[in-house]
């Protein structure tokens, strides 16, 4: 069966958990059932089928444009979103990972496969630059969506008004430990991405640099997420302005990832 059918197939089965949650928040009821994790995990199971079917059919690790590339984020957040389940049970995480996953998936269903053989995917190194900054996106989102629910979490809190979420969502310092954790994975995948793309840089190209958008973009990000990370390490600057911050960068992550080809004008291959 082709990657195509995969993915088709992954759109049902998140489209399933989309749906189920939204229908649980709408009856306040536990919003992550079996019903709910089966279809994830099974979701997740055929998507991880039509990554590597993929692989098989490109030659190369599906890295490669907004197909691939929308499909390989999606994956990393429904991943990430699963690890921190399975530790947590925080159920209302569902609600940013469905969509989000969803969306991607569904991006890549109407995206059309870039086939073209590009002269990075000869070396190694960059291919793998972007597998490592392209999975550290998944934790990030994670920690984007517990900067969210903190936010509202601490307007029911002070407004003292018991809204849907009020109680499915755990306290303030959970959210912040996993927003700290969550940052701190993201934040190592994409130093490990960064690292490797200077080293792909310099076997290809015989220099570090090239002054892409797409290379002043991820140093940029990688920066912001550090300067974050320290700042979350400072007592005196957790909750609220953490979480704003937080937010405000995982809005550079998106631009990185689909505004630098679209609106700088940037000559980097994979999207």
Excluded: C
């Amino acid at each position: 069966m082709s990657s195509r059918f995969y993915l088709l197939l992954t759109l049902a089965l998140y489209a399933v958990g989309a749906l189920h949650v939204a229908l649980r928040v709408a009856t306040r009821r536990r919003l992550l059932t079996s019903l709910t994790v089966t279809a994830t995990l099974a979701g997740f199971a055929t998507h991880t089928a039509s990554l590597s079917q993929r692989w098989t059919e490109a030659g190369h690790f599906p890295v490669v444009g907004l197909h691939d590339g929308s499909s390989f984020v999606a994956w990393a957040i429904v991943l990430a979103f699963l690890a921190t389940y399975v530790r947590t049970r925080i159920d209302a995480l569902g609600l940013a990972a469905y969509p989000a996953a969803f969306t991607l998936v569904l991006i890549a269903n109407l995206t059309p496969a870039r086939d073209r053989a590009d002269l990075v995917l000869k070396s190694l190194f960059l291919p793998v630059h972007t597998t490592f900054a392209l999975l550290g996106y998944g934790p990030l989102f994670l920690a984007f969506a517990m900067g969210v629910l903190y936010l509202i979490q601490e307007r029911q809190l002070k407004r003292k008004t018991l809204g849907v979420l009020f109680h499915r969502l755990p306290s303030l310092e959970v959210l912040d430990r996993i927003h700290f954790i969550s940052v701190g994975v993201g934040f190592g995948l994409l130093s490990v991405g960064v690292v490797f793309g200077f080293i792909g840089l310099e076997q290809l190209f015989g220099r570090w640099w090239t002054g892409d958008p797409k290379e002043v973009l991820t140093i940029l990000l990688w920066l912001t997420y550090l300067v974050l990370w320290l700042t979350r390490l400072r007592t005196a600057l957790r909750g609220h302005r953490v979480m704003l911050f937080s937010l405000l960068m995982f809005g550079f992550v998106v631009f990185s990832f689909l505004g630098a080809s679209w609106m700088l004008a940037s000559g980097h291959p994979y999207l």
